[in-house]
């Protein structure tokens, strides 16, 4: 069954039993305004989470990397699905994260795939961290790309999509690491794999899911970072530049940048509007988090800045929790996304909690 008849049927099914599903629903608050009650939001499309655990939390209580552990049997996914219920999401999109050794990993994307399938009235599968991700470091840490290896990259892009992946990701740029056991990972934008994986996901109309911690100049790795763990390196390159010639390389790539974290303390508004003004291939996931650096204040408000840049370019944002699915809990991305969507116009807070994601991703389903 397609996933646009299943989930014709779901609504309808959803609809007679009253559920909490919500139509066309006005928002419960004007923009920018606090919420003051549960705020009536549309259903919203999770589009990055992760089937496993999560390192830094391993790391933080005192486990081991062995507790590492992928999350695709029957049982995570019913808990996956109680918990998209619990916090309003109609879909999530389960990718692997961003992975350095590309052992298991077509393995871990094969069991992602046929989870995915498995669900279709929940979960899409969007694939390449665990296999595109490791061969484009493993590039740059050789120092060339010969023709084999980018023989052997287009294969495997080509069999994630041949598998059902809706997108690519996710990809790392530059990923630091918050824990001892956590991946630092870098490498320039403008590689020579990475403009391949741009024209691929031209070539095939597919999105690409991308995490960079942003740089703005060559400059020192923030000593907190520096303290969490010694994998980072002293110095990060400036990847802003060289991010702007991967976009403007293939403007048919849909390109999205993840997470919207202040990281390094480059990141404002300011600079995620001139990149989105430069190129109309460029979109952002939200990863939403209550703190004075982010874009909610701690009272959970959408700081001014950030309200205005999503009403200026309501069709280039989507949500992305980054949920790691093995804690078997919500995260703040996921708890906070009704209150976030309940403070933008109606019109907007329907585009972003899921019209944007099922255009970018082709999605065949119905948004609310
Ligand atoms: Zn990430
Ligand atoms: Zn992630």
């Not at 705020?39 to 990055?48: Q, V």
């Not at 290896?149 to 690519?168: S, Y």
């Not at 956590?182 to 320039?188: C, G, N, R, T, V």
């Not at 205005?308 to 069709?315: A, E, G, M, T």
Request: charge should be negative.
């Amino acid at each position: 069954m397609s996933h646009k008849s299943f989930a014709a049927l779901l609504l309808i099914s959803l609809l007679a039993a009253g559920c909490g599903l919500r139509l066309a629903a006005p928002p419960a608050t004007a923009p920018g305004a606090a919420p003051t009650a549960p705020p009536a939001a549309p259903a919203w499309i999770d589009t990055h989470t992760h089937p496993s655990t999560n390192i830094v939390a391993i790391d933080k209580a005192g486990g081991s990397r062995a507790d590492f552990a992928y999350c695709v049997t029957p049982q995570c996914l019913e808990s996956m699905q109680a918990i998209l219920d619990a916090v309003g999401a109609n879909y999530a999109l389960l990718m692997p994260a961003p992975a350095m050794a590309s052992r298991g990993g077509a393995q871990y994307e094969a069991e992602l795939a046929s989870a995915a399938r498995a669900s279709p009235e929940h979960f899409f599968y969007v694939g390449g961290g665990a296999t595109l991700n490791p061969l484009i470091h493993q590039a740059v840490a050789a120092g060339n790309v010969t023709a084999a290896a980018r023989t052997e990259f287009e294969h495997a892009a080509q069999a994630i999509l041949a598998d059902g992946a809706v997108g690519f990701g996710e990809i790392a740029i530059l990923h630091l690491s918050a824990s001892p056991n956590h991946a630092f990972e870098e490498a320039p934008a403008d590689h020579e794999l990475f403009l391949l994986l741009a024209d691929l996901a031209a070539q095939y109309d597919v999105p690409l899911d991308i995490h960079m911690d942003p740089v703005l100049v060559n400059s020192p790795t923030p000593a907190d970072f520096l303290k969490r763990s010694s994998q980072n390196p002293a110095t990060l390159q400036g990847n802003i530049t060289p991010f702007e010639t991967l976009l403007a390389h293939n403007p048919a790539a849909h390109i999205i940048w993840a997470h919207t974290a202040n990281t390094t303390g480059d990141l404002s508004a300011e600079l995620v509007r001139s990149l989105l003004e430069n190129h109309p291939n460029l979109y952002l996931s939200l990863r939403l988090a209550s703190s004075q650096e982010s874009l909610l204040d701690r009272a959970g408000h959408i700081q001014t800045d950030w309200l205005s840049l999503i009403q200026d370019y309501p069709d280039r944002f989507v949500i992305g929790s980054d949920t790691f699915w093995g804690e078997e809990q919500a995260t703040p991305g996921q708890t906070l996304a009704a209150a976030f969507l309940g403070q933008l116009p109606e019109a907007v807070a329907r585009a972003v909690a899921c019209q944007n994601a099922a255009t970018l991703y082709h999605l065949e389903i119905i948004c609310p």
